[in-house]
């Protein structure tokens, strides 16, 4: 569930009908729009937001408009905000990732925001006013990368009181800054004329009188207005007039008090009480301001109109003016001087703050109903309003309210309300402070020991079990995930359904991690049907990621892929963070389909969003991912440097249960190294079987493996582990094709086909290198005639005629740069590091045996592939001994690495 935006914070505010001409800003506006930016700053009441109100409306470009408040100063409501206003461009922007609370970094947010603002086919205006209410380091970056990035078809402009808190020096040393300032808003002598005269009725008025005004008040429009209030009714203005002197604010104290001493009881009543309110409409007003009858002795609409009549500075802030706002400053006075008639602390504002909360709660605004609890002092309303009938409201998008709020309270106060050590917790859970979450939740539980017997109490228990079964989930720890699930489960109210919810999918992640997909399964779609019944969106997404990787592990590629597209379009734009995990699936699925190049960006995006999860793994998996996939391109120095990050990210963090991954991958670049011994130890020590028959392959034992994979496949063949099946019935078959029992090797090779040909696996099949293509090519001429044979012989093709065209040029990897290469060493695996810089030196580490075949074989003249084929090793074997060669020989191309072997002997 999320919380609703206010709309009238989107509403650009109507024109006045008596609004004085402007034509000269208006113009300078207008050039603005060459620029990237227009930036008005001026104080209160120097007429910002009526300048660019009449401006938009007269010049006629599609405009979002976006009116800032304090609470604005979060950063995921401030995006939704903007998201939202973009709508009237129209440009259509999900904001379910912001609205589900998580802290998300500026760029993937910023970049998908560009992207779809890119599409938009005519110059379009964003404005921001009031933008001196944003403290923000993170919005005014948001505001940075917006400028730097933003399309050549929009335009900025920001009406603020003070200096953004950005740097400017560049827009304007490109020209692409357009400054307002006081010296331009301040009204001309002229314009004060026209105010007075035709705007507000005062036609008697010398002309000396105004120019008199306009000199002590600067051309300052809201003194202006002012004086003109107060001046209605008087005789004797020019004597009048004389008396204005000070500076403004005591200039707007004077001329304050002649305004409201004007005014009737009731009507000053009312303006002070509705004082406290950032927006008023006229039920609110009725509920805010009564007589001691607690009757309102007109009707709220009809009071804020007669206000608006008599210039009584209130903005209508929609076209059907329900909405209204005080001018800013003028609300400020009012407050000020019903603190003063209240005093300090008094009790009669927090009633007034009370009564404004019933009303929010009331018409379902329990984020402004939770603001004025606060402002009341009030724990108990405030309490009941965070906790939100068993769904918090930091799930609905106010975290730093929430937390900020809690922070506030004494330990005291906290333990007579043991709920908010719950909320707390959660709320740390949400934006990632893990390492305070604990506390928490024991603090709770000390409070709650007296009260178990008590159905909140044991429902509190429950929801604190629950919150450490996410907490372990974050670290993969099964049996921590299923003891803490069914605790939560056996102490949660059957009504609690969004924390059961979330149990019930917490489950499923521990019984997935065990290897029980059936009962994951179950988990799962439980988990989601609950969740899209009661509106949990952060759960519907986790429960259909789960889905889509057993989906994954049944060998059904396609309905996963469907899967994770359902999870990005739930996920929003900006997605969840969560949404790596879909981002990831796709990258496997299109590595799997041989399309390399998207298997590329989504798993580049994966890695984008997994850096949003704090203490959590994903971005070690995904930077696994993306090893193999360069590895697949041949480029095995970005592997080793990228499966070095993982490995040193994961003894940093303590991700130990990745550690048998890491070694998976490693392991394979080791072998394209050449490096058998070490890839043979960390096979070993990590219990890698599939791994430990790669590496019997690599040094030519094919019985070894062939051993080791038959007993495999029948344990798996037991547990129905259809993903692993497919890769061992692959591997089995080549081996068994090159121990030349070829009857054996056709039967593994057709079991492989009937469970990849449904998926369309190619790269299980391709990475196998110039043995399977035999095997296929074989299997075809014999009789087993397919469509997906014929297909996997196509890549086997395709990747040949690549290679001939590369012939003797260098890869890209092959033509960085000695300093390059060095570089990535650094950073990259220690037997990498190790290797020296020099030829002699690298010379006295000679070429192994195999690699002194390859060289003997590429001097030949004989291609990769035909390489491959007369040693029975995979192609992507072949181009890993090649770069080794050349990297040990210091050269770029085939012919240098053979003139420079004959140089040193070698050949």
């Not at 602390?345 to 984020?367: C, D, F, M, P, T």
């Not at 919150?467 to 109210?493: C, D, K, P």
Request: charged content about 20%.
């Amino acid at each position: 569930m999320s919380v609703p935006l206010i709309p009238t914070k989107l509403y650009i505010p109507t024109v006045r009908p008596k609004t004085i001409s402007r034509p000269q800003l208006f113009q300078r506006l207008s050039e603005g729009l060459d620029g990237k930016l227009t930036l008005i700053t001026a104080p209160a009441g120097f007429g910002k937001t009526t300048l660019v109100s009449g401006w938009v409306a007269d010049y006629g470009l599609p405009s979002a408009w976006l009116s800032l408040d304090e609470r604005d100063n979060e950063p995921a409501r401030f995006l939704s905000y903007m998201c939202a206003a973009f709508q009237s461009i129209p440009v259509e922007l999900s904001i379910g990732a912001l609205q589900a609370g998580q802290p998300l970094p500026i760029e993937p947010i910023m970049s998908l925001m560009m992207q779809k603002l890119a599409e938009v086919p005519h110059k379009f205006l964003l404005v921001l006013d009031d933008y001196h209410r944003i403290d923000s380091e993170e919005i005014d970056a948001v505001i940075v990368f917006l400028l730097t990035h933003m399309p050549a078809q929009m335009h900025l402009i920001i009406a603020t009181r003070e200096k953004p808190g950005f740097p400017l020096a560049r827009l304007r040393a490109g020209n692409l800054l357009n400054e307002l300032g006081v010296e331009h808003l301040r009204f001309t002598n002229d314009e004060t004329t026209v105010f007075f005269r035709e705007a507000m009725g005062l036609e008697s008025v010398a002309a000396e009188d105004i120019t008199l005004l306009q000199l002590r008040t600067e051309g300052w429009v809201a003194a202006l207005q002012l004086a003109a209030l107060s001046m209605q009714g008087q005789t004797g203005v020019s004597g009048y007039m004389q008396s204005f002197t000070g500076s403004h604010p005591y200039l707007a104290d004077y001329l304050l008090e002649e305004v409201l001493k004007q005014q009737s009881e009731f009507v000053q009543t009312f303006l002070l009480r509705t004082s406290i309110l950032d927006r008023i409409c006229g039920s609110l007003c009725e509920a805010i301001v009564q007589d001691q009858q607690g009757a309102f002795p007109t009707s709220g609409q009809a009071m804020l109109e007669e206000l608006e009549r008599a210039n009584l500075f209130l903005v209508p802030l929609d076209n059907e003016r329900r909405w209204y706002r005080y001018h800013h400053l003028f609300a400020e006075m009012l407050r000020q001087r019903l603190q003063a008639r209240m005093g300090e602390g008094g009790r009669e504002i927090a009633e007034l703050h009370i009564l404004a909360s019933q009303w929010y709660e009331k018409n379902g605004l329990e984020v402004e109903a939770f603001h004025h609890a606060v402002l009341a002092e009030d724990i108990e309303r405030a309490a009941r309003l965070a906790e939100g009938e068993g769904l918090f409201l930091p799930f609905r998008g106010e975290i730093t309210p929430v937390v900020k709020w809690l922070e506030s309270l004494s330990k005291v106060e906290l333990d007579r309300r043991p709920v908010l050590w719950v909320m707390h917790a959660s709320a740390l859970l949400m934006t990632g402070g893990l390492s305070g979450v604990e506390s928490k939740l024991q603090a709770a539980e000390r409070v709650l020991q007296s009260s178990m017997q008590d159905a909140k109490g044991r429902d509190l228990i429950g929801h604190c079990a629950s919150i450490r079964a996410t907490l372990a989930v974050s670290r993969h720890q099964a049996s921590t995930i299923l003891t803490e699930s069914r605790r939560a489960l056996h102490y949660l109210s059957p009504d609690n359904l969004p924390v059961r919810t979330a149990t019930t999918w917490t489950m499923g992640y521990a019984h997935q991690l065990q290897g029980d997909r059936v009962e994951a399964g179950r988990a799962y779609a439980e988990a989601l049907s609950s969740s899209q019944r009661i509106g949990h969106a952060v759960i519907s997404v986790m429960a259909m990621l789960g889905l889509g990787q057993l989906q994954e592990g049944d060998n059904q590629p396609f309905e996963a892929a469907d899967t994770y597209r359902s999870v990005l379009e739930l996920a929003g734009t900006p997605p969840l963070p969560a949404a790596c995990e879909a981002y990831f699936g796709l990258a496997r699925i299109h590595y799997e389909w041989n399309d390399l190049d998207t298997a590329m960006q989504h798993a580049g995006m994966s890695i984008q969003l997994a850096r949003q999860l704090e203490h959590t793994d994903r971005v070690v998996a995904a930077e696994l991912l993306l090893a193999r996939l360069k590895l697949a391109k041949g480029k095995i120095i970005d592997a080793a440097a990228l499966v070095a990050k993982a490995e040193n990210s994961a003894h940093r963090h303590h991700f130990a249960h990745q550690l048998p991954a890491i070694a998976s991958v490693k392991i394979r670049v080791l072998l394209q190294h050449g490096d058998l011994v070490a890839a043979a130890i960390l096979a070993s020590e990590h219990e890698l079987r599939l791994s430990e028959a790669c590496v019997y392959v690599a040094a030519g034992d094919h019985f070894a493996a062939a051993e080791i994979l038959v007993a495999l496949r029948s344990e798996l063949e037991a547990k129905e582990l259809q993903d692993e099946l497919l890769k061992v019935n692959v591997a089995l078959a080549v081996v068994l094709y090159v121990l030349g029992d070829k009857p054996k090797a056709l039967k593994a090779l057709r079991a492989s086909l009937m469970l990849g040909e449904p998926g369309g696996y190619k790269r299980l099949f391709v990475d196998e290198g110039a043995p399977m293509r035999q095997l296929l090519q074989e299997a075809a001429a014999g009789g087993m005639q397919s469509d997906y044979i014929e297909e996997l012989l196509g890549v086997f093709d395709a990747e040949q005629q690549s290679e001939d065209r590369l012939g003797a040029q260098p890869t890209q990897q092959q033509s960085e740069s000695r300093t390059e290469k060095q570089l990535t060493r650094q950073q990259g695996e220690s037997w990498l590091e190790a290797q020296s810089t020099h030829v002699d030196e690298l010379l006295l580490e000679p070429l192994s045996g195999r690699e002194l075949e390859v060289l003997r074989l590429i001097a030949q003249g004989l291609s990769n592939l035909e390489i491959s084929e007369q040693l029975f090793i995979a192609l992507t074997t072949v181009k890993g001994h090649n770069r080794v060669i050349f990297e040990k020989l210091q050269v770029k191309r085939r012919t240098e690495a053979v003139a420079r072997a004959r140089k040193y002997g070698l050949l």
